[in-house]
């Protein structure tokens, strides 16, 4: 469980399993800014995530941010699990560019 990375031409997939939370959060944050790459595709496959805590959300935000800023494009694998957007609408989050 945690956090797989998959490279291949031209793209990153990044692979969110089981609970990413603190104890995660400088894999993750490792994990984002050596994906973002100026033209580079980065999918973040949340199908397996158990739960997501605020500070993952937090780095998800800022990638999505930097990625923005570089050109690269920073997309989720799929479609997000209702479970995911939950938690960001329990936490009062009704907008999230990268994910909703």
Do not use: Y
Request: overall charge negative.
């Amino acid at each position: 469980m945690g956090i797989t990375v998959e490279q291949r031409e031209g793209s990153t997939a990044i692979r969110l399993e089981g609970i990413i939370d603190i104890s995660s959060a400088a894999e993750l944050k490792t994990v984002l800014m050596d994906a973002l790459n100026p033209g580079k595709a980065v999918h973040v496959s949340f199908a397996e995530s158990a739960d997501l805590d605020i500070t993952a959300f937090q780095l998800l935000w800022a990638a999505d941010r930097e990625a923005r800023a570089s050109g690269a494009g920073l997309a989720p694998a799929g479609q997000v699990p209702d479970r995911i957007l939950n938690t960001l609408k329990d936490a009062g989050i009704e907008t999230f560019p990268f994910l909703i």
